[in-house]
């Protein structure tokens, strides 16, 4: 049965996408306000080593089998067997990695893979990390079926609860690794539930159906192998890299500098948060574009999407570049003081993060994965004695960087690697690549330059008498009137045309009239 939510325009589900992702903003914004000053720098940064280890390993047994299966689904909607195929997948992964954790005890290696960690630590970001695959594949689900606004709408009750449970645990003292973990369990168990009963209501059932036949598994065995193995060696690869920057830091750093440079990341992802939201909707669309062999479809997305989606992370992203001392005292506290270096780096990350997912995306849409793996292996290649340069002792011929060592890595390689990736994709769709990457960096510039503009100006009106928040605010609201004027006499570096933004209005308008009189 396919329901009415499932004919939804690309449009009306992106709203809704995006009010559930403001939402999730300003739920985001309090909780990462909450957690690091609840933990500490160095449980902060134990927490997010091992559930970023654990994440590296469902990453690599993913291996893009969750896109192969995204994209699938997208233009097979009511084929069940897809769904448990995939979902027997997950549950043999979830067993290797269980075999692989009970074996390092075994051997006496947990030490050496996870140095100074509690053993309850490591079994609860095991499962952390199963749990947060398994809820992002249901979400997908939701995407690909074209159930996004009810979706977003009911994801919008979770996160509401979610930050009432974490103040709960911050003001009665209670915060601490535990019940962080407590915590996210019972958010993931939430959302999937959540996104199961939605499937459900439409007529999407998740509870049976789930035997094959043994021609029916190899068949997908096939269909997923064909699509997925280009990337098997970029997945391996990815693995070492990811584990290695963070076991490094770990290694010379400690915890602390692991809570600096997580710090650093969680605040980078909070300016990614508004763009992320389109990510899947759009990679849907390439998708069923490119089944009906539509390349003209796929390539007007790009051009109406692409400039917006990174000027729009470039405008918050510039900010926090320039307010990083505040943004760490709001985020972190005291305790933090060292994170504002990796801050103001990190902040860059989540600018070409936009082009990262939208340019994989046409490389997964249109099958050319062992391309996209090669790139990326090229630069991950290249990252590793990078990584080892900036963050080993100086007596080991090392910088000893620390925190902004591996930060000022991560955005250099993501940027080079970004751009590379795009070059290919712009020759597949015939697109002006140096426009593009003129918009790019006028983007950067524009933005960086008007928040120094309003610093300084507010700076130099109250004295620096004012407290960090309220400062931080006046200083947001000052740069973001001034971006809206620059963009309104230069509208090209948001991407758009003069034209768009009466076209937006009335779309906007549409939406909040449906609203009020629904």
Same mark, same amino acid.
């Given at each position: 049965?396919? +329901?009415?939510?499932?004919?939804?325009?690309?449009?009306?589900?992106?709203?809704?996408?995006?009010?559930?992702?403001?939402?999730?903003?300003?739920?985001?914004?309090?909780?990462?306000?909450?957690?690091?000053?609840?933990?500490?720098?160095?449980?902060?940064?134990?927490?997010?080593?091992?559930?970023?280890?654990?994440? &590296?390993?469902?990453?690599?047994?993913?291996?893009?089998?969750?896109?192969?299966?995204? #994209?699938?689904?997208?233009?097979?909607?009511?084929?069940?067997?897809?769904?448990?195929?995939?979902?027997?997948?997950?549950?043999?992964?979830f067993l290797l990695i269980i075999g692989f954790v009970f074996a390092a005890f075994l051997f006496s290696a947990h030490n050496l893979?996870?140095?100074?960690?509690?053993?309850?630590?490591?079994?609860?970001? @095991?499962?952390?990390?199963?749990? #947060?695959?398994?809820? &992002?594949?249901?979400?997908?689900?939701?995407?690909?079926?074209?159930?996004?606004?009810?979706?977003?709408?009911?994801?919008?009750?979770?996160?509401?609860?979610?930050?009432?449970?974490?103040?709960?645990?911050?003001?009665?003292?209670?915060?601490?690794?535990?019940?962080?973990?407590?915590?996210?369990?019972?958010?993931?168990?939430?959302?999937?539930?959540?996104?199961?009963?939605?499937?459900?209501?439409?007529?999407?059932?998740?509870?049976?159906?789930?035997?094959?036949? *043994?021609?029916? #598994?190899?068949?997908?065995?096939?269909?997923?192998?064909?699509?997925?193995?280009?990337?098997?060696?970029? +997945?391996?690869?990815?693995?070492?890299?990811?584990?290695?920057?963070?076991? @490094?830091?770990?290694?010379?750093?400690?915890?602390? &500098?692991?809570?600096?440079?997580?710090?650093?990341?969680?605040?980078?992802?909070?300016?990614?948060?508004?763009?992320?939201?389109?990510?899947?909707?759009?990679?849907?669309?390439?998708?069923?574009?490119?089944?009906?062999?539509?390349?003209? &479809?796929?390539?007007?997305?790009?051009?109406?999407?692409?400039?917006?989606?990174?000027?729009?992370?470039?405008?918050?992203?510039?900010?926090?570049?320039?307010?990083?001392?505040?943004?760490?005292?709001?985020?972190?506290?005291?305790?933090?003081?060292?994170?504002?270096?990796?801050? %103001?780096?990190?902040?860059?990350?989540?600018?070409?993060?936009?082009?990262?997912?939208?340019?994989?995306?046409?490389?997964?849409?249109?099958?050319?994965?062992?391309?996209?793996?090669?790139?990326?292996?090229?630069?991950?290649?290249?990252?590793?004695?990078?990584?080892?340069?900036?963050?080993?002792?100086?007596?080991?011929?090392?910088?000893?960087?620390?925190?902004?060592? @591996?930060?000022?890595?991560?955005?250099?390689?993501?940027?080079?690697?970004?751009?590379?990736?795009?070059?290919?994709?712009?020759?597949?769709?015939? @697109?002006?690549? *140096?426009?593009?990457?003129?918009?790019?960096?006028?983007?950067?510039?524009?933005?960086?330059?008007?928040?120094?503009?309003?610093?300084?100006?507010?700076?130099?009106?109250?004295?620096?008498?004012?407290?960090?928040?309220?400062?931080?605010?006046?200083?947001?609201?000052?740069? %973001?009137?001034?971006?809206?004027?620059?963009?309104?006499?230069?509208?090209?570096?948001?991407?758009?045309?003069?034209?768009?933004?009466?076209?937006?209005?009335?779309?906007? +308008?549409?939406?909040?009239?449906?609203?009020?009189?629904?």
């Amino acid at each position: 049965m396919q +329901s009415n939510a499932a004919a939804d325009s690309l449009n009306k589900r992106y709203f809704y996408k995006l009010f559930s992702n403001f939402i999730g903003f300003i739920v985001s914004v309090v909780i990462q306000a909450i957690i690091p000053r609840g933990l500490g720098p160095k449980a902060y940064g134990n927490f997010n080593f091992l559930t970023s280890f654990f994440s &590296q390993i469902t990453s690599f047994l993913d291996s893009g089998t969750s896109t192969c299966f995204y #994209t699938k689904l997208s233009s097979r909607q009511n084929e069940f067997g897809l769904v448990s195929f995939y979902f027997y997948f997950i549950l043999a992964a979830f067993l290797l990695i269980i075999g692989f954790v009970f074996a390092a005890f075994l051997f006496s290696a947990h030490n050496l893979l996870w140095p100074a960690q509690e053993n309850i630590f490591i079994y609860l970001a @095991l499962g952390f990390a199963i749990l #947060t695959w398994i809820a &992002q594949v249901l979400n997908s689900m939701t995407d690909a079926r074209g159930l996004t606004v009810s979706a977003e709408l009911t994801r919008v009750l979770q996160k509401i609860f979610g930050v009432a449970f974490i103040i709960i645990l911050f003001v009665s003292h209670r915060l601490n690794l535990r019940s962080l973990f407590l915590y996210h369990y019972v958010m993931l168990f939430l959302c999937s539930s959540i996104f199961i009963l939605i499937m459900h209501k439409y007529g999407y059932s998740v509870i049976n159906g789930w035997k094959l036949t *043994w021609q029916k #598994t190899k068949a997908y065995i096939k269909e997923f192998y064909n699509y997925s193995h280009p990337l098997f060696i970029y +997945s391996l690869l990815a693995l070492i890299v990811g584990i290695f920057d963070r076991w @490094l830091l770990q290694i010379v750093g400690g915890s602390l &500098q692991q809570g600096f440079y997580s710090l650093s990341y969680q605040i980078g992802a909070i300016c990614f948060l508004f763009a992320g939201a389109m990510t899947p909707l759009i990679m849907r669309e390439f998708s069923i574009a490119y089944e009906k062999k539509n390349l003209n &479809q796929i390539v007007h997305l790009f051009q109406r999407y692409v400039p917006l989606l990174y000027a729009i992370t470039a405008y918050l992203s510039c900010f926090v570049v320039t307010q990083a001392s505040k943004v760490v005292y709001i985020f972190g506290g005291n305790r933090f003081r060292e994170a504002i270096i990796p801050v %103001s780096i990190m902040a860059f990350y989540p600018i070409h993060q936009v082009y990262g997912q939208l340019v994989s995306s046409v490389f997964y849409a249109t099958g050319k994965t062992k391309l996209y793996s090669s790139i990326a292996i090229i630069f991950m290649l290249v990252g590793l004695p990078l990584t080892y340069f900036l963050l080993a002792p100086n007596d080991k011929f090392g910088l000893n960087a620390g925190a902004n060592g @591996l930060a000022t890595k991560m955005v250099l390689i993501n940027f080079m690697d970004v751009n590379v990736q795009f070059y290919f994709v712009s020759r597949i769709l015939n @697109l002006n690549f *140096w426009r593009y990457f003129g918009h790019q960096l006028l983007s950067i510039g524009a933005f960086l330059s008007v928040a120094v503009g309003a610093s300084s100006v507010i700076d130099y009106i109250f004295k620096s008498q004012l407290k960090s928040m309220p400062s931080f605010f006046i200083t947001g609201i000052l740069y %973001s009137l001034l971006v809206m004027c620059l963009i309104y006499a230069f509208p090209f570096i948001l991407g758009v045309k003069r034209g768009d933004f009466g076209l937006a209005f009335q779309i906007l +308008s549409k939406k909040l009239n449906f609203k009020f009189i629904n």
